[in-house]
């Protein structure tokens, strides 16, 4: 099912004492280099740098004692992983995390610090099932998928609902797309709150399932892509992809040379550190493929966290 | 003349108009680290990504008409430099720059783009004074020292102000030095707004002229210093010297390794992007070689200007 807005509210208030409110911020030279004004949510300065912490901690939060005592379980590539392993050390509840073992060095440290417990397999969508199903069974820990969950879809659209309680009157609103968590999130908070806002995805060309699966009208499977945004390698799932059909005006893919000279033009100008994923929803204005010309855009800055000893320039 | 309080306040009123007032940034993991209440005014975030900004622009709106209309000019390794290109664009008057022909890409090419009239000489003190005098001779131009400067020092200050404004029970407010601008006016607000607090400063030990011409009770020159903290390569000035003497408790020295993991630490757990020289007055809180543990400790992070092309790790 589909989550609603009073279920997206519902996950603000639970997760309030726990995540950041993230700023807003702007620039004028950005506006001047894109043609539009725009406004960028920071997910970034989020916990565990990414927007990742609001969905995980919403459906950490939405268990009962029961359930919670014999803790959750998932797979991912990284940022999920440390928001669900934050989420659980915080309710005091174990968090078994299945990663892929060439996820970035500074993932793997994070997720450890935060207490999650890792299991690493092999870098594929099967080998990484496979090893959770596994412990699932073993510990009883309730899955809480990345993105194929109500409770997490509902938590990302927290990001979304801020970012209209503080500008209001936005024509356009952006996020990334990987597994399309935080794309349904969004798209359900802004078409609700404000019917006729378009919701638009921007999403890497060299791993474009996303865009291929809206032509086709079927989940149309990512395999091996290669991209910079390694947090956007994900397919889309039975749960998102109905609500991105309905919601999402188009998918607007952007080049790798655009989302490393957006991300690089951020943190040379904004002086802010965001991933390539979260540059991904910017470059969609950098690129200016679609025109968004003087219209007030709203950007889901996804999350901060890169290698600094793999930077992509 | 050693600026007074006033002025600073005077300052702060000059140039509401055209600098940010900058945020104050906590972060909890960062203070479990090195066991402070740490308080970090976020001069990267300000107008051309440094504090410089404050003090040039200060002084080009204290001109006369006339003087203003005949332009000004300095030399400065890069934030200087483009803090005066900036503040003369937007009161419409010229700024001749000398610069090192050593300077950073991204330093160059951020005073081209704010209309500064660059000439560009070899990377010794005594060339880029040479140039310069040129230059004012024949144009009339007003000379703005980097940090030897009323003007500049009580611009300057303003940032301590604005922190002091915000965080009143400050027990120690540390700050990095470098020709000394930034410390004097620090020292001379803490210590008018609020008497008795600590004023430490920062130095690279591989730039210690500072530290040495403290111990030796006269400036002692530096000569050819090799840090990666390119902002605090020059020497104190006949201005400053007194001013740190008589207001700073002690010049605090940290390790180029230290300053290069504390700006690390800050890109990675904090998301804002921060020059080594910023990092320097931090570091002194994380090599802890002075205890100010549980202290409430205010820090200047000065600038964001960063060779995207050439980090330090």
């Known amino acids: 099912m589909s989550p609603t807005l009073n279920e997206i509210r519902a996950a603000a208030e639970r997760i309030q004492p726990y995540a950041h409110r ?23 300065f989020q916990k565990v740098g990414a927007f990742k912490f609001r969905g995980a901690c919403n459906a950490v939060y939405s268990l009962t004692e029961e359930e919670a005592a014999r ?17 659980a050390k915080l309710r005091g509840i174990p968090a078994y995390i299945v990663m892929p073992n060439n996820a970035p060095a500074v993932k793997k440290n994070a997720v450890a610090g935060y207490g999650g417990l890792i299991t690493f397999c092999e870098p594929t969508l099967e080998a990484r099932e496979n090893t959770l199903d596994g412990i699932r069974l073993e510990s009883g820990a309730t899955l809480v998928h990345p993105y194929d969950d ?47 806002i378009r919701v638009i995805a921007g999403e890497p060309e060299m791993a474009d399932d ?72 910017l470059a969609v204005l950098w690129e200016g493929k679609i025109n968004l010309r003087g219209l007030k855009a709203g950007v889901i800055l996804s999350g901060g966290n890169v290698d600094l000893e793999k930077l992509p320039w």
Chains 1, 2 share one sequence.
């Open 22 to 44: 993230t700023p807003v911020l702007t620039s004028e030279s950005l506006n001047r280099k894109v043609g539009a004004q725009v406004f960028l949510k920071c997910e970034n």
């Open 71 to 87: 803790g959750v379980c998932t797979h991912s590539s990284g940022n999920h992983a440390q928001a669900l392993a934050l989420a």
């Open 150 to 196: 109500e409770r997490v879809i509902a938590g990302q659209g927290t990001a979304a609902l801020e970012l209209l309680q503080e500008i209001p009157d936005l024509d356009v609103l952006i996020a990334p797309v990987g597994g399309g968590g935080l794309l349904s999130g969004t798209a359900i908070a802004a078409g609700e709150i404000k019917p006729g």
């Open 210 to 281: 996303a865009f291929r699966s809206m032509r086709a009208g079927v989940i149309i499977p990512s395999v091996n892509p290669k991209t910079v945004a390694d947090g956007l390698l994900t397919s889309l799932g039975a749960l998102t992809f109905p609500i991105i059909r309905q919601r999402v005006e188009q998918i607007v893919t952007v080049s790798e040379a655009g989302i490393i000279e957006t991300m690089k033009y951020v943190w040379e100008r904004l002086k802010i550190v965001i991933e390539p994923s979260a540059a991904v929803a």
